[in-house]
């Protein structure tokens, strides 16, 4: 009787697929991916996050860091924004990213995020986020 291996099979495909999101959603170590978020973490190291924005003033596109695997990174200056993609992977070392504003000076969520080959200028994918993250410093003059 073959069937009660298949039934084992089933159950070990199952118990593979409820690993914790953490687990499976974890960058190998020493990957490019782990790499981009360590150098993030050093970026935001000594500074609280803040509760997600839907838009950010953002005139200066050259403060706007795409992180590959990882997200985008906005330097406000005193306040770092983050904004992580839905599917990270879509920022490959390929990719440029392509956004189409809607709010004239501001990044939000609803504008539209292309990804685009740079060696074929095919697009190669959508990047949806969920908003931005503010990273500031803690005021030193609070206890």
């Known amino acids: 009787m ?4 298949l039934i084992a099979a089933a159950a070990l495909a199952v118990g593979i ?3 914790p999101a953490a687990a499976q959603d974890a960058p190998e170590p020493n990957s490019r991916v782990a790499r981009n978020e ?16 839907s838009c ?5 596109a050259n403060r706007l860091d795409t992180i ?10 005193g306040t770092i924004y983050v904004a992580r993609p839905i599917d990270p992977s879509v920022l490959g070392p390929n990719d440029i990213v392509l956004i189409q504003r809607f709010s004239g000076g501001q990044l939000c969520k609803q504008d539209i995020r292309q990804t685009v080959d ?10 949806a986020i969920e908003g931005f993250v503010p990273y500031t410093k803690p005021d030193e003059g609070r206890s």
Do not use: Q
């Open 38 to 53: 360590a150098r993030l973490a050093e970026r935001l190291a000594g500074r609280i996050a803040g509760e997600p924005v």
């Open 68 to 77: 590959e695997g990882v997200g985008f990174v906005y330097d406000g200056g």
């Open 118 to 127: 740079r060696n074929s200028g095919i697009l190669s994918g959508i990047v």
């Open 17 to 19: 697929g409820v690993l």
């Open 56 to 60: 950010i003033y953002a005139p200066n």
């Open 2 to 5: 073959r069937f009660p291996h």
